[in-house]
């Protein structure tokens, strides 16, 4: 049983990389742009993300307003 979860596994991942790596650039994004997100108020706009250097999970949003946001769940 074992064997075939292993074996099952392997393939799955083969499959899903090849997958993957056939879209690139504009297959993926068309033409989406980056922008700045929320109200046009000043207080609502997002213009910093950072992510801590050794925890994927820690993410800190500063705010045009001035407010910085921390998330430990990955956002």
Do not use: C
Not at 16 to 37: D, E, M, P, Y
Not at 67 to 73: M, R
Request: proline letters at 3%; a positive charge.
């Amino acid at each position: 049983m074992k064997k075939i979860i292993t074996f099952t596994a392997i393939i799955l991942m083969a499959t899903a990389n090849a997958q993957i790596s056939k879209l690139t650039g504009k297959q993926v994004f068309g033409g989406l742009r980056a922008r700045h997100l929320g109200p046009t108020l000043t207080s609502g706009r997002v213009t910093d993300i950072a992510v801590h250097p050794t925890d994927n999970n820690t993410i800190y949003v500063g705010t045009a307003g001035g407010g910085v946001w921390k998330s430990q769940n990955g956002g």
